[in-house]
């Protein structure tokens, strides 16, 4: 029962991103429509069940949890819930148990929750920030204020938290503010991780006139930066590489470019109890209608078990030709980051 979670490829399941809400204080044209139609409250798992859901992956070998959303930090109660998962850190080698607690928000209401995040037992945030101008900030977000993430990214790093800059390189967008955006990083002592975009969803927006291959990203910033190799690995899909002017690292997360697939350890975990075995795939798990039915334990860890064993070898994202791209139906914000 509990031996550890081995997809049809031999990759070992490691890694849950859980969603605890499709709810978000901001609108990214990368990731949801201007007018988003959240979910209705009874088709959200209670905070509750996702920890129960939590503790049977973790029972299965699960080592890393990232909490997401939509804006994790939104939803009422998640300070609770978040105490619970860092229960599971510092069990003794050989036990179930968690090596690490993260989360991903947009920052907007980091200054107000970092020292519960700190308590619960998180020592590393990803901050979303595609840009340092308070207008461009507002039009990528539609509705966000630059100096709230501000604030709350120098709260996170008062708690002595960690900090990594997640940035969705944009054409015509965010382009010319890369170097700037490494340069800042280095002196706040943040991490950068630049992310191309991924078609996912109806935004209102066309992610092929957006499209930046990162490849040509990294091409432009060796002219200017020194870039020097690492094995530094965080257990997610980013490639890192040292900026010896800064000392600060840039990770390059390549869904299309460079695909990623062959070492995937992640599965994500919707706030409505759906598994997606793959973020570029649209087969899924429903685990919510095992769980208000009643399973015990074993039988939820059974029925992980049993879509794991569908996980699929790759992604089908495309961009290229609009003739020729392909992505998800499903909003990012929907699926748990």
Request: charged residues 25%; glycine residues 10%; aromatic residues 6%.
């Amino acid at each position: 029962m509990n031996a550890p979670l081995i997809d049809p490829f031999g990759r070992h399941v490691s890694y849950l991103r859980v969603s605890v809400t499709d709810r978000c204080d901001m609108r990214c044209v990368y990731c949801m429509a201007e007018n988003m139609v959240f979910l209705p409250k009874p088709e959200v798992l209670t905070l509750e069940e996702l920890e129960r859901l939590c503790r049977a992956f973790i029972a299965l070998g699960t080592r890393r949890i990232r909490v997401t959303g939509g804006e994790p930090l939104v939803r009422r109660g998640l300070d609770g819930f978040m105490r619970s998962l860092g229960d599971w850190l510092g069990r003794p080698a050989g036990q179930p148990g968690l090596d690490e607690l993260t989360i991903t928000t947009n920052g907007s209401q980091l200054a107000r929750f970092a020292p519960m995040l700190r308590d619960a037992g998180v020592e590393r945030v990803n901050v979303s920030l595609d840009t340092l101008d308070p207008a461009r900030f507002r039009a990528v977000t539609r509705i966000g204020r630059l100096e709230q993430t501000l604030e709350g990214i120098e709260a996170a790093r008062a708690e002595g938290l960690a900090v990594r800059i997640n940035m969705v390189a944009m054409r015509d967008t965010s382009e010319d503010e890369i170097d700037s955006m490494v340069a800042w990083c280095g002196q706040v002592g943040a991490d950068l991780c630049l992310i191309e975009t991924m078609p996912m969803g109806d935004t209102g927006e066309d992610r092929l006139d957006r499209y930046l291959p990162l490849s040509v990203v990294r091409a432009g910033l060796e002219r200017r930066w020194t870039l020097r190799e690492t094995a530094h690995r965080t257990g997610g899909p980013a490639r890192y590489v040292l900026v010896e002017e800064t000392g600060q690292r840039i990770g390059f997360i390549t869904p299309m470019t460079h695909t990623f697939c062959e070492t995937c350890n992640r599965v994500r975990l919707s706030c409505t109890g759906t598994l997606f075995m793959c973020l570029g795939q649209d087969d899924a798990a429903d685990l919510r209608r095992p769980l208000r039915e009643g399973a015990d334990q074993p039988a939820l860890m059974a029925a992980i078990r049993q879509a794991i064993r569908r996980k699929p070898k790759g992604h089908d994202f495309v961009i290229g030709r609009r003739e020729d791209t392909r992505g998800v139906a499903r909003h990012m914000s929907a699926t748990g980051g």
